[in-house]
């Protein structure tokens, strides 16, 4: 199996752990015990204000993790992480 072969399964069956696991709306809680358990690092997140006003910004979050990376947006920096850990696992499951 390749690298990016390895990674792509990797990937797949820590979004199926964080799939299962999953308890209420925790995907990033979820996402890290997952990767945790399939022995992979943490995942990488990266915040940006893409736009909006001063009284209502709009932040992005990248997630990288095994070779796999998700996008979301939030009114927040925490909505944006939860949307792209849930945008990560869905992208796999």
């Given at each position: 199996m390749s690298a990016s072969a390895s990674s792509?399964?990797?990937?797949?069956?820590?979004?199926?752990?964080?799939?299962?696991?999953v308890e209420g709306e925790n995907w990033v809680g979820a996402l890290q015990?997952?990767?945790?358990?399939?022995?992979?690092?943490?995942p990488v997140y990266r915040f940006a204000r893409d736009q909006g006003t001063p009284h209502q910004p709009v932040f992005s979050c990248t997630i990288e993790l095994a070779g796999h990376t998700a996008k979301a947006s939030g009114s927040s920096k925490q909505s944006a992480k939860r949307a792209a850990a849930k945008q990560w696992v869905d992208d796999l499951s």
């Open positions: 792509i399964a990797d990937a797949a069956t820590i979004a199926a752990t964080a799939d299962i696991e015990n997952a990767a945790v358990k399939q022995g992979s690092p943490f």
